[in-house]
């Protein structure tokens, strides 16, 4: 069954770049119908969507991340990754990363979920 | 953007009660809409997809409707472990998009 599994540091200053990996195993980052996601989610607060990967590389980013936001894709490694600069404390958050069906739209199955910290 | 609307943000209930929850979207959405359950600490959940199909493995009491604009989630008979929150989705045009969520609550 297919799982993903998200990696990082946990805390990150003010200013620098936020760094998160997806390992997916059980299953092919290759299949056709589907891109890999990111969402995140303040602490007490609702879902925010980041932006999706085809595996060939195509992306959509969120128009509210766009400038700061990087997704890339690597495929011999299962794992696609996060890259978001000029971090604020208003980028504090659970990171999930997740597969989406380009198909039908939904996200599943999700990974736990990763809390990163931008403090000093 | 689509702006996705939920009501209400909190719903107090009890066990066997039947919930329901609305998710307006900001424009037509086809049957482009997902529902998902998220319990404290953990990823979301899929329960729906496209507005009425019912993923694999979760409990036929919940159940979804609506195309266009307005949505509903249904939990028939509220049982314990349903107690979370719910979001719904839209996937008609990037940017993809949540409602705000739905904490059900005793």
């Known amino acids: 069954q297919l799982q993903l599994q998200e990696s990082g540091p946990g805390l990150v200053k003010p200013s620098e770049t936020l760094s998160l990996t997806c390992t997916v195993s059980g299953g092919s980052i290759s299949s056709g119908d589907y891109y890999w996601g990111w969402i995140r989610q303040p602490p007490g607060k609702g879902l925010e969507w980041i932006g999706v990967?085809?595996?060939?590389?195509?992306?959509n980013y969120s128009p509210s991340l766009k400038s700061r936001v990087n997704i890339s894709v690597d495929t011999s490694k299962r794992q696609f990754s996060l890259n978001l600069d000029s971090v604020t404390a208003a980028d504090t958050a659970v990171y999930f990363c997740a597969r989406w069906s380009s198909s039908s739209g939904f996200f599943d199955p999700w990974g736990q979920g990763t809390l990163v910290t931008v403090s000093s | 953007d689509i702006q996705m609307t939920q009501s209400p943000s909190s719903v107090s209930a009890s066990m066997g009660d039947r919930v329901t929850i609305t998710c307006r979207a900001s424009q037509g959405i086809s049957s482009f809409l997902a529902w998902y359950q998220q319990k404290p600490g953990k990823a979301p959940k899929l329960l729906i997809y496209?507005?009425?199909n019912l993923q694999s493995g979760v409990p036929s009491r919940f159940s979804g409707s609506g195309s266009g604009t307005d949505f509903t989630l249904t939990i028939s008979s509220l049982q314990p472990e349903d107690f979370a929150s719910y979001y719904c989705q839209q996937a008609e045009s990037f940017p993809l998009t949540f409602g705000g969520g739905t904490k059900v609550e005793i």
């Open positions: 990967i085809h595996h060939r590389g195509d992306t």
């Open positions: 496209t507005a009425s």
